[in-house]
């Protein structure tokens, strides 16, 4: 089982960009299915982004086109490049890997979009 810690967030103003990290320590990070999730205030907790062990990626509608997730194995990190950004993308930004049975979570890490 894999801990994680995000790092990235911030505060942008609408239009703008930022890159979120997802560091992993453990064993078989590779082999995790990583994603991201978000909760703004008084809202639940909702899927955003999906990387696969393999790289195959998905998207929730309203980020498709803007939201880029990846994986750099080596590093044992995964990303969220996040453009065009809009104050409703603002909320705390989770990542989640999955290998079988197991489940990790980060700590979270603050996105707010507003200008």
């Known amino acids: 089982q894999v801990q994680l810690v995000e790092s990235g967030g911030g505060l942008v103003q609408p239009g703008g960009s930022l890159r979120l990290s997802c560091a992993a320590s453990?064993?078989?990070?590779?082999?995790?299915?990583i994603a991201w999730y978000r909760q703004a205030p008084g809202k639940q907790r909702e899927w955003v982004a999906v990387i696969s062990s393999g790289g195959t990626t998905g998207y929730t509608d309203s980020v498709k086109g803007r939201f880029t997730i990846s994986r750099d194995n080596a590093k044992n990190t995964a990303y969220l490049q996040m453009n065009s950004l809009k104050p409703e993308d603002t909320a705390v930004y989770y990542c989640?890997?999955?290998?079988?049975?197991?489940?990790?979570w980060g700590q979270g890490t603050q996105v707010t979009v507003s200008s």
């Open positions: 453990g064993r078989f990070f590779n082999l995790n299915a």
């Open positions: 989640n890997a999955v290998y079988g049975p197991n489940s990790s």
